[in-house]
């Protein structure tokens, strides 16, 4: 009932309780809604200009880059494509600019697979690579990774001299490991031994100046060897004397290297690189129809190969999981050392088959010397993901460097300071030379009577001293 005593239904009690209770917590939660009503917005729009002119552009501009959200959005397909290509366009064009400049130097060529792997900083990826090696590993993660590293590429552990895995720090130093003695005896009545463990990929004589990469395809050995006259861009640095006389005169007699008086005694010949001829006047001029004719000559007319010999080649590949040391293949005197700062292409079967010139393209050390037949060169060739190149007797090679100073040429030194008898730096079969970081390929150039045949098959796995060829 009301005041006045009429009675209410219990329905209308029910629904003013009800709109109280809404008006009580509508006016807890919007207490501004029921005092104060705005008509325009222009008091909120002054005041914040005035908050804005009062903060310094710079806590604006972090302000924006904290609170703006980034979006990550995927580049399309096409996009990427059609940036390689104008990649590739302007190389070919720049190539095309400089051919009459620089007609001798090698190109990419191949499919597209091979256009979009030149593209890449892979002499970057390669010192990263190194870099990521020589990172030291925990103790506890040495046994395992290691085994599991020998698992997947085929490692034979009880090889190793030193077979607690904990002593290797990293990957590089279980890369370079040191085999047992007589884990790889050499065989000394071959004629030529495997330099190395690994896979025989190719070999045969070599025809004209043109070495046969794959069938089909070849690359020129000048290019790859360089011109026996020498680069006018070379650097010649002779190394110290440190060598005795006695044992020298032994080495030279017992494997058949011949030297002269003059080479004992310190007197170097260098032979003369400029023709001359007598004009109407009977006046020496330069002859330069000679110096064309001796420019484009034959390679192995240049090497001056002895009667009844011929120029052989071997090309052998290592695997990631092979022995990455190399040795002497023979006895014989490296005379010169010549460093070409290429490309790292990778040196697989796949890449071989699909980049021609791939292994002048390549950075590569180019030893050229002499042993009891005549001309003998050994070239290791460097890699995608190989670190560096070493040699034993040679501290002053750098490989994969960022300071390029040969780029457009070669590094050229020479050993003629070891040893004044032999003019170069004496190799006994079987001498550790050197070795990579990681898997690549040793390429043996040499010169050898016609009757030399080569003991192996292409696609055969050889281990480092087993024989390659014999003379019959």
């Known amino acids: 009932m009301n005041r006045l005593g009429i009675p209410i239904p219990r329905t209308v009690l029910r629904r003013a309780s009800y709109g109280s209770v809404l008006l009580r917590q509508s006016s807890r939660y919007y207490p501004s809604a029921s005092l104060q009503r705005d008509f325009h917005a222009t008091r909120k729009t002054l005041s914040s200009q ?29 996009l990427g494509l059609a940036f390689i290509t104008f990649l590739q366009y302007r190389k070919i064009m720049e190539r095309e600019a400089n051919r009459d400049q620089d007609s001798s130097k090698a190109v990419v060529v191949g499919p597209w697979q091979v256009h979009v792997i030149s593209e890449l900083p892979l002499k970057t ?53 040191e085999l047992k003695d007589g884990a790889r005896p050499i065989d000394y009545s071959a004629t030529l031994a495997s330099p190395s463990d690994g896979r025989v990929f190719h070999f045969g004589i070599v025809d004209g100046e043109r070495v046969e990469q794959i069938k089909g395809m070849s690359y020129s050995l000048d290019q790859f060897l360089g011109s026996p006259k020498g680069s006018e861009t070379a650097q010649i640095i002779k190394a110290t004397q440190s060598a005795n006389i006695v044992d020298e005169e032994e080495f030279a007699e017992v494997n058949g290297i011949s030297y002269t008086l003059d080479s004992l005694l310190g007197h170097s010949k260098q032979p003369t690189l400029e023709h001359k001829r007598q004009d109407s006047e009977g006046n020496v001029v330069p002859d330069v129809e000679a110096d064309r004719k001796s420019k484009n000559a034959d390679y192995r007319q240049l090497l001056k190969l002895r009667p009844g010999n011929a120029l052989f080649f071997c090309v052998i590949y290592l695997a990631p999981g092979d022995y990455h040391r190399f040795h002497s293949p023979t006895n014989w005197v490296a005379e010169t050392r010549r460093h070409f700062s290429g490309e790292l292409y990778s040196v697989s079967p796949w890449m071989v088959k699909k980049l021609q010139d791939l292994f002048v393209l390549n950075e590569r050390v180019v030893l050229l010397g002499k042993w009891r037949y005549g001309f003998f060169s050994m070239v290791p060739v460097g890699a995608t993901n190989v670190g560096s190149i070493v040699l034993n007797f040679d501290k002053e090679l750098r490989t994969n460097s960022r300071e390029d100073r040969h780029r457009r040429g070669f590094g050229e030194l020479s050993y003629s300071g070891v040893s004044r008898l032999l003019n170069g730096q004496p190799l006994r079969v079987g001498d550790e030379m050197g070795g990579f970081k990681l898997g690549s390929t040793v390429v043996l150039v040499f010169e050898a009577p016609e009757k030399f045949k080569f003991v192996i098959e292409a696609g055969q796995r050889v281990k480092m001293g087993q024989a390659l060829g014999r003379i019959e």
């Open 125 to 177: 990826i390669s010192r990263l690579w190194g870099a990521f090696n020589s990172i030291n590993l925990p103790m506890w993660f040495r046994v395992p990774g290691f085994k599991l590293y020998s698992w997947i590429f085929g490692c034979d552990l009880d090889e190793i001299k030193d077979p607690d895995l904990t002593h290797y720090s990293n990957l590089s130093e279980f890369f370079y490991r």
């Open 50 to 78: 005035q908050t804005s002119t009062q903060e310094s552009y710079a806590s604006r501009v972090k302000k924006a880059w904290r609170d703006t959200p980034i979006k990550w959005s995927p580049i399309p397909i096409g």
